[in-house]
């Protein structure tokens, strides 16, 4: 197959697991970038089978790893994907189209994430259509928002793909709780640098509307137990993120 004038820009630390499936689904690509945060697994070994276009720098957080990548671009597009995605065919055939397409004149397209956890595809709660721009005009879009939940801050105009871009988002419910523990103790971080007060109606109500938000209003209790799951991790995320930040204020925590 002929190579399409793309950059595909990912970033990696012990993906080995994932890493194979993801560069498959783009390995028509012209250049694969990988910026690896010093992996000690296979990843890096995986990886050189697809692309020599390989970065390995500590990590320094997802924003600021995440424009590294993009700002080794050399192809006129760019599409960004996390190491435990892959475009499904129809999403591929879309990239591929819109790319290969003379003066197009949008700045970027945004595609449907779609989730699979604890043994089936999630497609409520908030979980789907989980909209993403991840395809863009090279230096037309950057990495903003605020760690750890990064988004492409685009200049210019952007179109919607049908296809799916899909997303092996946790091995399992531990996984799952590691990585709410590590994001709560982030946000709750920057929330102390911003001087942000603690209220206790937080910590006792957000967490029971979350839980209502994403189970009954999204629908989540369609998705059977791992919805509920889902829901009950969420309504937990809320919880630790008002209680951490009541634990730093109150100076438990170096």
Known sequence: MEKVKLSVCIITYNEAENIRDCLES????????VVDSL????????CREFTDRIFQRPWPGYIEQKNFAIEQATQPWV?????????????????????????????GF?????????????????????????????GKAQWGG????????????????RGDILHMVYRDLSDQLKTVDSFSSIIARDWIREGKGFNPFALLFHPPVKFCETYIF??????GYPGLLISLVSSFYCFL???????LRKGNNP
């Open 110 to 138: 945004i595609s449907p994430r779609h989730s699979y956890y604890l043994g089936r595809w999630i497609n409520h709660g908030g979980w789907y259509p989980d909209y993403k721009l991840r395809l863009f005009k090279r």
């Open 26 to 33: 783009i390995k028509w690509a012209d250049e694969i970038i």
């Open 146 to 161: 605020k760690n750890p939940h990064d988004k492409l801050i685009l200049d210019g105009k952007a179109q919607h793909l």
């Open 39 to 46: 992996s000690n697994d296979r990843t890096i070994a995986i």
């Open 241 to 247: 993120k008002y209680a951490k930040l009541w634990e």
């Open 218 to 223: 999204k629908l989540g209790f369609l998705d």
């Open 79 to 107: 599409l960004c994907l996390d190491a435990d995605e892959r475009l499904s065919p129809l999403a591929a055939e879309e990239v591929i189209h819109e790319v290969s397409h003379a003066n197009n004149p949008c700045a």
